[in-house]
């Protein structure tokens, strides 16, 4: 059925509701949902189309075909082992695929020159699964490396935008304390904040949650839900722990065997009737993922 032209930005229109709906209509190893662009990128802010990838015999993505909609907080859900980390290095550059097609908004990323590839990563503000700091310097300069790098901003200006984003992620006054005493929370939080100081319009999450208690995952979850809130953005975060698309996740992709299995908005995913979704999603021992 033919859509009208849309934008995804804010997601609270009826028309973009419906579009969410129809996304949940994926079958195993269907296509992404088409939908018309006034623009190139007005909806979809990062697209997979047919991504294949291999290293050496061992096929990694498998014809991914994925839309991430603009302004909003998307889970890509799936087992250990599924190419999680290597679609994500697709989507920012740092790898390129076989077969197939990167776009962000728009703009194909195997086609970018250098410098237009390294302006598009500037877009991209990211969360590594450990936060990723420095070992050697403090948590200032840790948040304000990007900005020394990337900015000719001056030192007081610096300052400014390293205590506010320490302050939104609850790490005012631990400017000077090193990564070894941070908790795995704060590591996380020092990570999360030195992602958002070039306000970046698109920010990913490599499995935020893993190695945090419960607890500590919710928190984060709830700073990632206020954060987004403030500053809006696409944001993308890559886990497998269902708790956290269920509390996040506006829209949801499930990725098993290097392909995109079933995408839609929160409610319909976890009411799917597609057999390996409602299995993965429910954390059920029967159904067609097993120990391999």
């Not at 994926?26 to 189309?49: K, T």
């Not at 795995?184 to 945090?212: C, H, T, Y």
């Not at 975060?237 to 708790?243: G, L, P, S």
């Amino acid at each position: 059925m033919t859509q009208p032209p849309v934008s995804a930005a804010g997601a609270t229109d009826e028309g973009t509701s419906a579009l969410l709906d129809d996304a949940a209509g994926y079958a195993l190893h269907d296509g992404a949902m088409q939908v018309p662009e006034r623009n190139p990128g007005d909806f979809w802010s990062l697209e997979c189309r047919d991504v294949v990838k291999s290293f050496g015999s061992n096929r990694v993505l498998n014809g991914i075909d994925l839309g991430i909609p603009e302004g909003m907080i998307t889970v890509i859900l799936g087992p250990s082992g599924t190419g999680k980390s290597v679609l994500i290095k697709h989507l920012i550059g740092l790898l390129f695929p076989d077969r197939g097609e990167v776009l962000v908004h728009g703009s194909s990323v195997a086609h970018m020159t250098m410098s237009e590839l390294l302006a598009m990563r500037r877009r991209f503000g990211i969360l590594f699964q450990d936060g990723a700091l420095f070992g050697s310097i403090n948590v200032y300069d840790n948040v304000a490396f990007p900005l020394r790098q990337h900015t000719d901003y001056s030192e007081a200006t610096i300052r400014d935008i390293v205590r506010a984003r320490l302050s939104e992620v609850g790490l005012a006054g631990s400017e000077r304390k090193m990564p070894s005493e941070l908790s795995g929370g704060m590591k996380k939080r020092a990570g999360f904040a030195r992602a958002l100081v070039l306000e970046p319009e698109i920010v990913m999450f490599d499995e935020p949650d893993s190695g945090l208690d419960p607890v500590r995952t919710a928190l984060l979850c709830e700073l990632i839900e206020e954060v987004h809130a403030e500053h809006g953005g696409t944001y993308i975060v890559i886990t497998h722990d269902i708790a956290t698309a269920r509390k996040i996740g506006e829209y949801i992709a499930v990725l098993w065997k290097g392909r995109i299995v079933q995408s839609g908005d929160r409610e319909k995913m976890f009411n799917s009737e597609n057999p390996f979704v409602r299995q993965f999603l429910s954390g059920a021992s029967r159904g067609p993922l097993g120990m391999e």
